[in-house]
């Protein structure tokens, strides 16, 4: 009586092997999901940072190539005012701006210039330099040092080619209108394949013309 008695009672309060395994199997799927969502997120999360992080590159050095190349050919004047001048003299030839490239590189990827940086009338090759330049090589933008050639070694990176490719470095004068010149950079993250940014641009230089 007892026995017969109990039976559905504890069939009542437990689960059936069947109930156990299909709850499990629930379970599991609904973690899996949820890890497949978190993994998935994550990586999106990481793609957007890396994004924003080669946008803000390209950003600064736009700004930097800008501010520099439209100062090219800049002379201040014997007095206190300064003044644009259309010529000056860059190592013994009348040139503003000298666009090459480094051997291996393409041609338009190298820009040399000069300007009076510290207001004193002239153009000097004594430190600190008054002659810059940016050229493109071995996937990094370099600075000029000590007034090298486009073809020298020694430039300086300005960027780190462990977390940022430059895929493309290209000056050229603008056909028209008064002195220009366009500039296309592309960045491409080294850490995260398929990341890239790429912006084109112009630059206003009144004082420089192609040498």
């Known amino acids: 009586m007892n026995a017969s008695w109990s039976a559905p009672v504890l069939r009542r309060n437990g689960f059936t092997l069947v109930e156990l395994m299909l709850s499990v199997a629930i379970g599991a799927a609904f973690l899996t999901s949820a890890i497949t969502f978190m993994l998935t997120l994550g990586h999106s999360m990481y ?15 736009t700004q930097t190539l800008t501010l520099q190349l439209s100062r090219a050919g800049y002379v201040a004047s014997s007095h206190d005012t300064s003044t644009l001048v259309n010529q000056l003299a860059l190592n013994g030839t009348l040139a503003n701006i000298h666009v090459g490239h480094h051997p291996n590189a393409p041609q338009h990827s190298c820009v040399l210039f000069a300007y009076d940086k510290n207001k004193d009338g002239a153009i000097s090759l004594a430190s600190p330099s008054e002659h810059f330049g940016f050229r493109l090589n071995n996937k990094a933008l370099e600075f000029r040092v000590a007034g090298k050639s486009c073809e020298a070694s020694g430039w300086h990176d300005i960027t780190d080619t462990r977390k940022t490719y430059v ?18 950079l592309t960045l491409q993250s080294a850490q995260q394949a398929g990341l890239t940014s790429s912006r084109t641009f112009l ?6 013309h192609p040498s």
Do not use: H, M, Y
Not at 54 to 61: F, N, V, Y
Not at 203 to 208: D, L
């Open 47 to 61: 793609q957007i940072q890396q994004q924003l992080t080669l946008e803000s590159e390209l950003r600064l050095l």
């Open 203 to 208: 630059i206003s230089a009144t004082n420089a």
């Open 167 to 184: 895929s493309a470095f290209e000056i050229k004068p603008k056909q028209a209108g008064q002195p220009a010149w366009v500039v296309t």
